[in-house]
Structures are given as C-alpha cells and as structure tokens.
C-alpha cells in the first residue's frame, strides 16, 4: 500500500499546506471541494504541486513532520524543483 506526503498551494509563491495520505486523489478531491474544515478550506489552498511516495506510514509520517518543520524557501525549492511552472498535478494523477 502506498502512502504520499504531499504540498498544497493557494497559488504560485502562496499559502502552502504538508499533508500524509493513504488515498492521494480522495484527500485532493476533498481539499479541492472544501469538505472537509480547516486550514485548507479557509485559506482555499488545493492546488496540489508536490508529493512523495512511500510505502510505509511510518516514514511518510516522519517526513511529513520534517518538511512541517522546514523554512519556507526550503519548501518553495521542493516544488519548483520538480515543478517550475506550479502546475497542479490533480490531473495527472486522477485520471
């Protein structure tokens, strides 16, 4: 079973979430619906512009706390270096 850590955006350079989920495309559908409340639904942060897979809670947990921990900047060189463009990657990972 898979598990992901993954980074929300507003938008481009905006108010950014770190999130651990074992269903990626549910837990993004829920953000982008706002259904469930929270910081999520009121900063309207859903465009999914980062994740990592991993195969046991355990360390996605973990890193999910470290990257929480982490500066800003540290988290905006995450994205754009496998995102440049701040692309939401619902999309491609819904289909």
Aim: hydrophobic share 35%; no cysteine.
């Amino acid at each position: 079973m898979a598990y992901y850590v993954y980074l929300l955006a507003s938008d481009r350079n905006g108010t950014l979430y770190v999130g651990v989920t074992r269903d990626l495309v549910r837990r993004i559908y829920e953000h982008k619906n706002k259904l469930k409340p929270g910081f999520t639904k009121r900063y309207d942060v859903h465009r999914l512009v980062w994740f990592e897979v991993y195969d046991d809670p355990t360390n996605a947990i973990l890193r999910e706390k470290e990257i929480k921990k982490w500066r800003r900047a540290w988290k905006l060189r995450l994205i754009e270096e496998s995102n440049p463009q701040w692309v939401d990657l619902y999309d491609q990972i819904s289909q």
